[in-house]
Every structure is written in structure tokens, then in C-alpha cells.
């Protein structure tokens, strides 16, 4: 299934709209319907609960979309976030010009102005020629109270960065720990594209682990997993044209710190337990002219999309920087001290940032096949579809009772009567329910039901629910 097929397939089962289509949609915005808001939160709450919940060093934060204009100066943001923009003389059409290039060379290139004068560019809508027009910096400006200008945030990781300070001190909380936060981010994209993959708004989750710089690598963790073998596409095979290749964990010392790796591997981790098969994963490791200048090492973990292997996650070691930035502009220190080591320092942090929609878009891809949605029972939006074979009493006083049951557990759940019966378990593998119950005239005289597994077309006729929560668990 191309990236067309699956865009129409999520919105015709109701996975995702695209923002006002009555209006005509709007570019880079979309809406999530009955079943994609299910998947979404699915998404959300399991990474919540595996990197925060089920963490004891790491801790959660809510800040504000919109804040201070000065957390963004201090940042950079205001000076550096921006993209290069190629622009159409005849239509008009603005394009980012290092993903436009990037597609047009199969790869990154050195120089995108040197690029652009050397080539003969064209506008893929028109066929006019394009000219690179300087760089537009990509926050939403917005107006607060009569003319304070300030931004809607273009990242959650800043917010960590300025609530530092009052999460150590509220909290009294030890280095290394981390602080997540989950919630909207806005990026005024150029050219938002490949539906939900570059968007204009969109979820983010993002960990800011801090950690002594010179305990970088002593993760306590990492000898559990430093045999576990990972894909990667080293900088030399960038470079070189070459493969990425299988190596395992403990080989990448050299390359990123411990605790780097640890973060690295929890998140490929996430992405496999719940589905992603490891062929389809691969780290990509930063070539040094894409690194910021204070940034150490950064790896995507990508994921083989119909339509190239692209960034799902980025994982960042990014030194001392965001602290000194606030320290410098706030006039607010930034440091910690340690007392069992009598000594005072700023942290070094690491940064593993996830974007939700990505997420959600690889879980997608990997989960269809032929006539069905297998997604995890984590994953699935409706983990208990029950269907009564006909829509009246006593059916569904029966269906009613084990809709309570089910929901009462947690578990999602619909009492689904609609259109013909013979239909119904054709709907629901196609939407990804996990499990169905049917209940027929045997359910009236005995209190039985039949329990359907989506993968495998398995009949199983009990009247034990608990059952169904033993398959759920
Ligand atoms: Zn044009």
C-alpha cells in the first residue's frame, strides 16, 4: 500500500480527516476521527506509561504552547529555526529546498546554493523555474493580549529546559533523571507533505535526560542490553554509498555514550514490542555537518516507509547547551549540586524526541496487510467489538452487560449492530479490532458467546469473560 492508498483507506474507515474539508481542507492539518483518535491515545499513554510511569528517574511536565518570547531567543529559535525555500517565478509555489534537493539527488547535498545555481530547476506543478529565496524561519507568530508578539511553541523540549530549575527544586529529584513532556507542537513547514509525516501541527513526546557530563557512560542498564544487535547506517556508509549493517550495541561505544545508546535502544525497543518488524528499523547516524555545533552525536531511528526510509524518532546528545542558553538569558543558574561529590555543575542532556504522528503512520503501514489492520492489542482502537447477530432484545440487554464489563476493565469496546451480520467481521479486521464476541440463539439459553481472534480466524465458544481479559492482557 502506497502512501495515496493509505491516506484514503484512514479516512475512509474514519482514522483521520484532513482539517476542514468542507472548507477544502487546509494544508498540513488534520483531524483525527472515531478510530484515529483511539490509535493516537493508544500511541500516547503507551509511551507515557513505558518512559515516565515505569521509569523511577524520570518525571512528567504540562507546560504552555505559548510562552515567553524570550525562551525562544534564548533557544535560537527566533535566529536559526528556519528552513531554505525555493520558489516558483511563474506559479509561485514555495518548496523547502533541502528536501526538495534531497529527493532530487537521492541524498543530502553540501551546498544547497551551489546546487541550485548548477541545476536547472523546475516547478513540479508548473514546469517554471525555481529560485532560491533565502531561508523563512518556521514558528507561528501570534499576538498576546494587544501587541506582545510571542510564538506557538515549535518543539516541547524548551519548556523542559525553563521549568528545570523548579522540577529539581519542587521535586528534589537526583541526577540522572529525566522530565517528558507530551503535547502539540507548530511548525510553519513550507511545503507540509507526505500527509501525516510533515505536518503543521502536530503531537510530540520528548525527554530531556540530564546527567553529569562525566557520567555520561555509567548507565547501570546498558550491560543488559549491550549484546542486543541493532541496524545502522553508520556516517561512513553515508558517505561511501554503502549499506547500513547489523552490529550490536556494545560496538557503538566509540560512537555515542551510554546512556545515549540506552535511550537509543529503549525506543527501538517501543517500536518493535508493539509491532515494527526489525527489518523495517534502522539507526541513522548523523553526518557531522548536520550536528549543531554544540550537539555530540545524534541518531534517527527510521523506518522504511513505502516511500523511502525516513526519521520516526531523533535522539540527541546536546551537551550543556539549552542550560547555559537559559542560564545566559534568564541570569538564572542553571546548575545542580551534588553533595555526596561536592560539586556543582550544569547537566549535559540527552534528547529523545518522538513524534507522535510518525508513529502513528509507521504503526499503520506495518500493520496492513492484504484484508486486515493487524495492529497490536495495545495498539488496536477497539480491543472488544461485540455483535449481536440480531439488533433487539434479549440480544442486546446481553451485549449491554458485557459492554460494562469489558469497559469497566479499561479495555475499548463497541456494541456494533450495524448492517448486515456477514459484514461485520470483514469491518472489523479491516480497522484493526483486536477481538470480537458474537452472541447467537446459543447465547440466550446458556449465557455463551463466541470469541473471534482478528488474526486468526479462530471460533472460541465460552462464558468465561475473563477470557477475553487473559487474551487482552
Ligand atoms: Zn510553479
Redesign the pocket.
Known sequence: MNLEELYSYAKKFGFVFPSAEIYGGFSGFYDFGPLGVELKRNIESLLWKRFVTQKNFVVGIDGSIITHPEVWNASGHTKNFSDPVLK??????RFKADSFIEDLNNGPVEDITEFVNSHDL???????S?KFTGRANLMFETVVGTKDKSYLRPETAQLIFINFKQVLNSFKINVPFGIAQLGKSFRNEISPRDFLFRLREFNQFEIEFFVDPEEANNCPYFDGIKDKSIQILTREAQKEGGKAKTVKLKDLQDRATKWHLYWLWEFYSFFVELGIKPENLRLREHLEDELAHYAKACFDIEYKFPFGWKEIHGCAYRSDFDLKQHQSFSKTKMEVFEQAKNKRYIPHVIEPSQGIERAFLAFMFEAIEDDRLKLSKELSPIKVAILPVFNREPFLEIADKLFKEITNKGYSSMIDVRGPFVKRYDYHNKIGTYLTLTLDYQSLEDGSFVIRLRDKDEFIRTKDINQIFEMLS
Not at 516558483?88 to 509555489?93: D, I, P, Q, T, Y
Not at 523546475?122 to 517554471?128: E, S, T
Open positions: 516558483c517565478e511563474k506559479c509561485g509555489a523546475k516547478c513540479p506543478n508548473c514546469g517554471g525555481l
